[in-house]
């Protein structure tokens, strides 16, 4: 039997309810790969600051870092970014420890998939006829690097400091309170647009999916050099992949037609952030949310929580932990374990067939009515938790 081990965050809010459960699932399922999982606890966030005095613990860090394969609860906590928060601006941990270790792991390539079953399309948030009978497969790429996501330092430093003084533009970290006008610097450079682009074109081709740029080429011109290297590379690399360019404003719209987004979704940070919450809602809710964080050349890799911490459920058994434990297929797909994979996949299809669901996934509305079958089975999160790994 192989053994990997992996780093472990278990966050803020939620993230530890639901990540026992992720944890549990995962080490299960591996065995049906020979594949022993071991998790080192790597504290960060909120969590992490109340013990250690920093959000990102230097350890935390170098050791989650070194073993290369994270498994991320999520970090963040409204209670703790308004008071703490307010006075050290810089450990707030989202900043701090998410995009700290994607920029440091050169974790280029953030997959979202959201996969819509017509027997489960009573429980997603568009109308159930517009699933066609053999679902949907919406495999949201996001480009993670970049943007405007990670400050504003790189470029900064070739504006002259009077200019700054003068427009009152500051540097991202220097804004503590209310300033005049912060920049944030957006750009995206040839070399990592063509790896990203590639990467989502040769997925696409492996899972016989047409490839959706999303970008507002229209006024933009980061979108616009965006769309003209997909469009060159596509034509020339891969003229066997459909493609089609869509704005990301209409990209929104046809969340509520899911079946008009089937294929790969190639997108920028900021858009990608923004629509993956948008389909996942679409899909049911939030916390169905899986999210992996990849670095293509060297296999470096994260596994987050996309939906965030649910800091408003915490210690109430109420989050959802299936995104987390579907994060945890994601994982163990990427370790070469398929069948571990497709067994908690199915599971999670299993339990949610049979009617059990979390509080956010419930409804009262007409769904009830087209599916008269179907009746809500309302379960905690350790519940969800011990129904799924049964059915494993
Ligand atoms: C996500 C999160 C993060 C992001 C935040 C917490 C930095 O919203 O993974 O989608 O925007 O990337
Ligand atoms: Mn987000």
């Known amino acids: ?59 935390s860090f170098r050791r989650a870092v070194e073993i290369g394969t994270i498994f991320f609860g999520g970090v963040g906590d409204p209670k703790f970014d308004n008071t703490i928060g307010k006075e050290k601006p810089a450990m707030k ?11 440091e792991m050169g974790l280029l390539l ?26 949907i ?47 944030d610097l957006a750009y995206y450079c040839r070399n990592s647009i063509e790896k990203y682009i590639r990467a989502a074109f040769a997925y696409a081709k492996d899972a016989g999916l047409p490839l959706i ?6 006024v933009m011109a980061r979108y616009d050099f965006w769309r003209r290297i997909v469009t060159k590379i596509g034509k020339e690399e891969f003229p066997n992949v459909p493609l089609m360019h869509q704005y990301v404003d209409s990209a929104n719209a ?3 037609t899911p079946a008009q987004l089937h294929g790969v979704i190639a997108c920028g940070n900021e858009h990608g952030d923004i629509l993956s919450d948008g389909a996942a809602s679409a899909l049911g809710s939030m916390g169905m949310m899986c999210s992996s964080a990849i670095n293509p050349d060297t296999g470096a890799a994260m596994f987050e929580s996309g939906a965030g911490t649910a800091p408003t459920l915490a210690g109430l058994n109420k989050a959802n ?72």
């Open 1 to 59: 039997m192989r053994t990997k081990t992996i780093a472990l965050v278990p966050g803020d809010g939620s993230g530890p309810e639901m990540m026992v459960w992720a944890c549990m699932a995962a080490a299960r399922a591996a065995l049906k790969d020979d594949l022993h999982l071991e998790f080192e606890t790597t504290p960060m966030g909120w969590a992490a600051y109340e013990k250690y005095g920093d959000t990102l613990p230097e350890e």
């Open 213 to 218: 740029s999303i970008d507002k080429a229209n």
């Open 93 to 103: 941990p989202e900043a701090r420890c998410l995009l700290a270790l994607r920029k």
């Open 321 to 392: 932990p299936i995104g987390r434990i579907l994060t945890g297929a994601m994982m163990l797909r990427h370790l070469g374990a398929v069948n571990g994979a497709k067994a908690i996949e199915d599971a999670v299809k299993k339990a949610l067939s049979m009617g059990y669901r979390t509080g956010d996934m419930c409804s009262d509305g007409p769904s009830k009515l087209a599916f008269p079958g179907y009746m809500d089975k309302v379960l905690g999160t350790k519940e969800m938790g011990e129904l799924i790994l049964s059915l494993l």
């Open 110 to 135: 953030n997959f979202r998939p959201m996969i819509y079953h017509k027997e489960l399309a009573h429980l997603t948030n568009v109308k159930p006829e517009t699933i066609p009978d053999e679902g």
């Open 254 to 256: 046809l969340l509520f």
């Open 137 to 183: 497969k919406q495999v949201w790429i996001r480009f993670l690097l970049k943007d405007s996501y990670f400050g504003n330092e790189d470029l900064m430093q070739y504006i002259p400091a009077e200019v700054c003084e003068k427009l009152g533009i500051k540097l991202k970290k220097n804004v503590t309170g209310e300033e005049e006008m912060v920049v």
